[in-house]
Nanobody, 124 residues
Framework: QVQLVESGGGLVQAGDSLRLSCAAS????????MGWFRQAPGKEREFVAA????????YYTASVKGRFTISRDNAKNMVYLQMNSLKPEDTAVYFC?????????????????WGQGTQVTVSS
């Protein structure tokens, strides 16, 4: 399995931007499907965004479409989530996930490597 470490979370105001990073080690990320998920207090973990191995295909949950952008740099073994126009409802712990696959994966049950998460708090 690949090891994942997220960073870039923090406390921001509504309307601000943050860029989350996910650093992978142990395996080359180039053949992994990658995703970002989030979990707010008292809620289930939910899908945010996914990207396939070649960056040719991405998918977003409706609530972040147009505001968030997922990207990856396989040469650096990194995946990113650029979050713009943040809203208080985006407050959650954000997790990076990986699975050895050339497909685009949006179901958390298909991912088998997870990071520890990074907290994003958006104040109104």
């Amino acid at each position: 399995q690949v090891q994942l470490v997220e960073s870039g979370g923090g406390l921001v105001q509504a309307g601000d931007s943050l860029r989350l990073s996910c650093a992978a080690s142990g395996r080359a990320l180039s053949v992994y499907a990658m995703g970002w998920f989030r979990q707010a207090p008292g809620k289930e973990r939910e899908f945010v965004a996914a990207i396939n191995w070649s960056e040719s295909n991405t998918y977003y949950t409706a609530s972040v479409k147009g505001r968030f952008t997922i990207s990856r740099d396989n040469a650096k073994n990194m995946v990113y989530l650029q979050m713009n126009s943040l809203k208080p409802e985006d407050t959650a712990v954000y997790f990076c996930a990986a699975h050895l696959s050339l497909r685009l994966l949006i179901d958390a049950r298909e991912y088998d490597s997870w990071g520890q998460g990074t907290q994003v708090t958006v104040s109104s």
